[in-house]
Each structure stands twice: as structure tokens, then as C-alpha cells.
């Protein structure tokens, strides 16, 4: 049996990696507040990722000989678009980094502890952002969090480098066309001074679409032997 716990999959592309793995005959356990996908192999795990006592107590069904098992942190929030000082609501920061930072290191450390005398193959991706890599004026704390999810995964690959069953990613997945990019575009351009960017690729059909996506993260994982990197952009990845 090959089982998937993944954040996030009543839409965008935590939906569309739900319905990757379903067809490719994965168990789906979905996490989060709320569901859309009916299917036998889904197992809807009711989860409020802000909520940190809720994180702390959740735990992964484990299957008892599972051939692979595989968690994925899609789950994220931009939180408030503000410049620091500017903040309206200061509480979206706390939730900002439970959500994006604060309950993938809670779940990774539930997940590896479920997952210490595995001798089947598992691993862990977590989507990252080259938000996480680059400066946005306006995105703080979604930027500071998305580059803490990289130094995570590169502290739990040092950490477990001697376990040949293992394996873990950090993956930039690129521009998606999900509704974070329509609260991009409708951010205060005084706030955010890189939205005529974001907006442009909107006009011009160069968002990328979260079935393509899902796709392609599906394929880093089917050739995880072969990606020695860490942190990586999928779309510097030949696939």
C-alpha cells in the first residue's frame, strides 16, 4: 500500500496533487479544515493548521507495511500584504508562520517520529516558494516562513543523510494560478510594488495551471534517487 498525507487539498494544487495521486492508486489522507474530494482511496482528516494544539495533537495513521509513504506540506497562506509598521491586523503574522512554517515542523516532527523503524520507502516534499529566495516589499512574514520551510528541509535531509529509505524536498513550484495570485493582484500597489508583475502574467496566460504542476512534483518523486539537491525550482528541473 502506498499512502499520501497531504495539507491543504480542498483546492488549488493541494486538490490537484490529491487527484494525482489517487490515479496513480495512492491511499489520499487529505488535511485540513475542510474537503471537496469524494473518492474510495480519500480519507478526509479534519485539521485546523492556525490552530497549534490541534497540529500538536494530530497524529498519522500509519499502515502497518506501507510500500511507500509520502507527506507533502502544500498547505500555505500569504497572510496580510502589508509593509512592517503597516500591519492592520498583526495576529495574520502568528498565523502566517503556524500555517506555512510552525505546523510543517509539528507535522515533520509527528510524521518521522510515525515513521523511525520504516523500512519501506518514505520521504516528505514541501512546497516552498522562490518568495522564499527573493525579497517582496509587502510579504514579510510569507517570505520569511517560506525560507524557513527550506532550512527545514535542508536541517532534516542532514539529519537523516545515512537513511537510504529516505528522502526529502523543498520544491519553488513557479507562478500558479490558484486564488493566492488573486490576492496578489488585488494587494495596494503602495504595499507591494512588484504587482504590475504579477498582474502581467495573469493578462498574458503565464500562470501555470495546478494539474501541470501536480504532475510534475509527481515526477520529482518518481525519480527522488536522481534529484541530489534539496531545495530545488521545478522549473529548472528536466523532467
Known sequence: ?????????????????????????????????????????????????????????YRFSIPDIPTQALFIHNAGTLGEIAHLGNFKNPQRINETFQVNLVAATVLSNTFLSAMKHATSEFGMLFIGSGAGRNAYDGWASYCSSKAGIDMLARCI?????????????????????????????????????????FETLKREDKL???ENVAEKLYRVWEMRSRVSETCIDLRELTL
Open 157 to 197: 535531509a542532514e539529519e537523516n543523510k545515512e537513511e537510504n529509505n529516505f528522502h526529502i524536498f523543498s520544491i519553488a513550484p513557479g507562478v500558479i494560478d490558484t486564488s493566492m495570485q488573486e490576492e496578489i493582484r488585488g494587494a495596494n500597489p503602495s504595499e507591494f510594488r512588484k504587482i504590475e508583475r
Open 1 to 57: 500500500m502506498k499512502s499520501v498525507w497531504i495539507t491543504g487539498t480542498s483546492r488549488g494544487l493541494g486538490e490537484a496533487l490529491a487527484h494525482k495521486f489517487l490515479q496513480r492508486g495512492w491511499h489520499v489522507h487529505g488535511i485540513g479544515r475542510t474537503h471537496t474530494i469524494e473518492d474510495e482511496s480519500y480519507h478526509a482528516d479534519y485539521l485546523d493548521l492556525a490552530d497549534p494544539q490541534a497540529v500538536l495533537a
Open 208 to 210: 501555470e495551471q495546478p
